[in-house]
Nanobody, 121 residues
Framework: QVQLVESGGGLVQPGGSLRLSCAAS????????MGWYRQAPGKSRELVAT???????KYADAVKGRFTISRDNAKKTVYLQMNSLKPEDTAVYYC???????????????WGQGTQVTVSS
């Protein structure tokens, strides 16, 4: 079980930027593919972005070109840089770590507690 702690959420105006961080408490971070999901009020949790062990990235169509996922294995942290934020990006953002050595993200691994992102003027 990987312990994950998200940070960096908050209130931002439309068009603004935020960077979310997710720190993992684990011996070797590099063996975990990581992902960000989000859940808006009244909606199901949805995939935002993933980054695999090999560094491949994938994005939801709604955030392509605006969000960037990255990882720093030495710091055991995954990031989500969010630019050109829109009100529809408002949600609780969750970090997930898949099972060790999976070069993909299934959403069936460990989860953080979430961080609130609110985009509003």
């Amino acid at each position: 079980q990987v312990q994950l702690v998200e940070s960096g959420g908050g209130l931002v105006q439309p068009g603004g930027s935020l960077r979310l961080s997710c720190a993992a408490s684990v011996s070797i971070f590099a063996i975990y593919s990581m992902g960000w999901y989000r859940q808006a009020p009244g909606k199901s949790r949805e995939l935002v972005a993933t980054i695999t062990i090999s560094g491949s990235t994938k994005y939801a169509d709604a955030v392509k070109g605006r969000f960037t996922i990255s990882r720093d294995n030495a710091k055991k942290t995954v990031y989500l840089q969010m630019n050109s934020l829109k009100p529809e990006d408002t949600a609780v953002y969750y970090c997930t770590a898949d099972k060790p050595y999976h070069d993909y993200v299934t959403g069936l691994g460990s989860w953080g507690q979430g961080t609130q992102v609110t985009v509003s003027s």
